[in-house]
C-alpha cells in the first residue's frame, strides 16, 4: 500500500463517504442501509466503521472506501485516488497524479467558458432571456453556474484545441460533433445548464433555445461520463436538504427546479423530462422514505405522474403527488401573486398514490363506457407494486372501484380466473375476505406473519423454536417458518409467485389487515402474548379431554393444574 492511499484511509471514514450515497442507520456496531448496487427494499448493505469496510450480504459486493467510489462513480484508480486525496488533503506525488487530463477536467473548462460568455457583449440575448424568467440574479447564475453558449459554430471547440484538449476527448465528453465540414460545436445558441451527478461531478450539459428552429431543450448524449437512468438534476445540491428535511420534491424539468431551490425548497430535483427509472427512484430511496411529485398539470404530466409514482412506490418510497392549478408549473405558480402560500398548501393537500390515481381517473370511472378500462388501468398499477407493498391501498381502491377487498384481491393475485368485467356491483354487500388454500387462516397468526416480513429486526432477533410453537394451522406456520429461514423476503415473493403459490399472499394480506387492529407493527409484543394465551389455551384444553378419556399421565396432570392457574391469572379460564 503506497503511503498516498494509508494517508487517505487514516483521514477519511468510510461511513461518512458512504453516508453521501446510502442512507444508513447504525445496527449494533455497523451501519445497515439499502445497497447502492442492486435493488432491494430491506436492508443488507453492512458498512464496518471498525474495519472500514463494507458488505452486501445480497449481491456479495464489498471492498473498502476506493472500491466504493470506483464502483459507485464508474471510476478508475487514479481517479478514485484524486479525488479522495482531495477530500482527504493528501498532496499525491507526481508519479501517482492522473498522467493526462481527465474528461472531468474537459467538462469544467467548458463549463467555465460558457459562463464566460454569458457575461459578455454576446450573450446579451440569454441575459434577457434569464431577465424574463427572473433567472439574472448574479448571485443565481453563480449559484447554478447557469452559462451561455454563442451561435458561433465551433467557439468552444476552437477554445479546448488551443488548451490542448484532443478531438477525442472533446467527443467523449459530448462537447462537439463530427460534420462534413469538421468539428464542431453541440450547443449553440443555447443557454446552458451544467449537470452533476450526486457526488458534484460534472456530466453533462443541458441547454435551452432561445431563437431559431431546433428542439427547445437538447442534453449531452449518453456517454463515458453521463448516463440519462442514473442522473437527476441537482441531486448534488439537494441531497443535504433532503436528508434533513426527511423529503424530496420531484419536478420536471430545469426551470421548475431551479424556481423551487430559490425559494428555499432545496430538496428538490428535477427528471429533466425523461421517464423516470428506477435507477434514478433507487437514488431518492437512500435518501429519504418519502418523496412529492410535482410535475405539470396538463394531461401529458399527469399521466408522467401516474408512471412515476409507482415507480417510486415500488423501491420503498411513500409517494404523494402535489396537484398544482390546470394550465401552471410550479415555476409559474412560484412567481404569480400568493405563489408560495398556494405552493404550501399544495403541498399540505398532496394526495397518496392510489388517491391520486383514482382522482386522475375519477371522470373514467363514473361514465359506463370507460369504467372497465379505468379499472384495469388501476388494478394493473396496484399489481405492479406487489402483493405486500400495494395492501395499505386495497381498501381505498376496492372502495372507488366497487369491488369486494377479497374480489380485488383474486384480480390482483389470484390464478387468472377473475376478471374485472365479472366483478361485483357497488351495491354489493361488503363481505369477509377470504384467500384460497387458506379460508380458515387464524387472523392473529397471520398478523404475526405479516409482521415478521415486514420487520427485518424481529426476524433476525426472534428465537423460530419458539415463534412457531405459536401457530396453530400448518399453512400459516409454513409461511413463518419461510419468512425465518433467512432468505430475503424479495426472493420468497418471487419464488412464490413463479410456483403459483398464492396462499402465502394471501396470509400476508390478511395479516396486515389484522396488524393494525394491534397498532401495527408497534403491537408486536401485545400479539405475541395473545398468541401465547391461546397456545396455552389450546393445550389446556387437549390435556382436559385427556384426562377425561383417563389417558392423561401425572406429568399431564402437573402440567394441566400450571396452566389453569395461568389462564385464570389472565381472566381467561373457561
Not at 473 to 479: E, L, P
Amino acid at each position: 500500500m503506497s503511503d498516498s492511499v494509508r494517508l487517505i484511509k487514516e483521514r477519511l471514514d468510510i461511513v461518512e463517504l458512504i453516508g453521501e450515497y446510502v442512507r444508513l442507520r447504525k445496527a449494533g456496531k455497523n451501519y445497515q442501509g439499502l445497497c447502492p448496487f442492486h435493488s432491494e427494499k430491506t436492508p443488507s448493505f453492512s458498512v464496518s466503521q471498525e474495519r472500514q469496510t463494507y458488505h452486501c450480504f445480497g449481491c456479495n459486493r464489498g471492498g473498502d472506501i476506493f472500491s466504493f467510489l470506483m464502483e459507485i462513480e464508474g471510476l478508475g484508480f487514479s481517479e478514485a485516488l484524486e479525488n479522495l486525496a482531495g477530500r482527504a488533503g493528501v498532496e499525491l506525488p507526481k508519479q501517482e497524479r492522473l498522467q493526462t487530463r481527465s474528461l472531468s477536467d474537459v467538462m469544467e473548462m467548458a463549463s467555465q467558458w460558457f459562463r464566460d460568455r454569458l457575461r459578455e457583449s454576446d450573450g446579451e440575448v440569454a441575459r434577457a432571456y434569464l431577465k424574463r424568467r427572473n433567472l439574472c440574479a448574479p448571485e443565481i447564475l453563480e449559484r447554478f453556474s447557469i452559462g451561455w453558449a454563442p451561435s458561433a459554430w465551433d467557439g468552444l471547440w476552437t477554445f479546448l484545441r488551443k488548451k490542448g484538449v484532443t478531438e477525442k476527448d472533446a467527443t467523449d465528453c459530448g462537447l462537439v460533433m463530427q460534420g462534413k465540414h469538421g468539428v464542431y460545436d453541440r450547443f449553440r445558441g443555447r443557454v446552458i445548464f451544467p449537470i452533476r451527478d450526486g457526488s458534484g461531478r460534472l456530466v453533462a450539459f443541458g441547454g435551452r433555445i432561445i431563437d431559431g428552429e431546433g428542439a427547445k431543450y437538447i442534453n449531452s448524449p449518453e456517454g463515458i461520463l453521463y448516463s440519462k437512468r442514473r442522473t437527476l438534476y441537482l441531486l448534488d445540491k439537494a441531497k443535504q436538504s433532503i436528508r434533513e428535511k426527511k423529503r424530496v420534491i420531484l419536478v420536471e424539468g430545469y426551470m421548475d427546479a431551479l424556481r423551487l431551490q430559490i425559494h428555499d425548497y432545496t430538496e428538490t430535483v428535477a427528471s429533466l423530462g425523461t421517464a423516470l427509472t428506477e435507477e434514478q427512484a433507487q437514488q431518492l430511496n437512500r435518501l429519504s422514505d418519502r418523496c412529492c411529485i410535482c410535475y405539470d398539470a396538463d394531461a401529458a404530466g399527469q399521466e408522467a405522474t401516474i408512471r412515476s409514482m409507482y415507480i417510486l412506490q415500488k423501491t420503498g418510497l411513500s409517494v404523494s403527488v402535489v396537484r398544482i392549478p390546470v394550465g401552471k408549473d410550479p415555476d409559474e405558480l412560484l412567481q404569480s401573486a400568493d405563489g408560495h402560500e398556494l405552493f404550501e398548501e399544495a403541498l399540505r393537500k398532496a394526495l397518496p398514490l392510489v388517491s391520486y390515481h383514482i382522482a386522475a381517473r375519477r371522470s373514467l370511472l363514473d361514465a359506463p363506457e370507460t369504467r372497465k378500462k379505468a379499472t384495469e388501468d388501476i388494478v394493473e398499477g396496484l399489481r405492479s407494486l406487489g402483493p405486500v407493498d400495494a395492501e395499505p391501498f386495497l381498501s381505498k381502491a376496492s372502495e372507488a372501484l366497487g369491488l369486494f377487498p377479497h374480489v380485488l384481491r383474486e384480480i390482483l393475485y389470484g390464478n387468472g380466473s377473475k376478471k374485472v368485467e365479472n366483478t361485483v356491483s357497488r351495491d354489493a354487500p361488503v363481505q369477509k375476505s377470504t384467500a384460497p388454500d387458506c379460508t380458515d387462516c387464524p387472523a392473529m397468526e397471520a398478523a404475526l406473519c405479516f409482521m415478521l416480513w415486514r420487520d427485518i429486526k424481529r426476524r433476525r432477533e426472534s428465537e423460530p423454536h419458539v415463534l412457531l410453537g405459536l401457530f396453530s394451522h400448518d399453512t400459516v406456520r409454513a409461511v413463518a417458518e419461510a419468512i425465518l429461514s433467512g432468505s430475503s423476503v424479495q426472493d420468497l415473493e418471487s419464488q412464490w409467485l413463479s410456483m403459483g403459490e398464492t396462499a402465502p399472499l394471501h396470509i400476508l394480506a390478511l395479516g396486515g389487515e389484522t396488524a393494525d387492529t394491534f397498532g401495527g407493527l408497534n403491537g408486536w409484543d401485545a400479539l405475541v402474548s395473545e398468541l401465547g394465551r391461546r397456545r396455552d389455551k389450546r393445550e389446556y384444553e387437549d390435556l382436559k379431554k385427556a384426562m377425561q378419556h383417563g389417558a392423561a399421565t401425572q406429568e399431564d396432570i402437573e402440567r394441566f393444574r400450571e396452566l389453569a392457574v395461568a389462564l385464570k391469572g389472565m381472566g381467561r379460564s373457561n
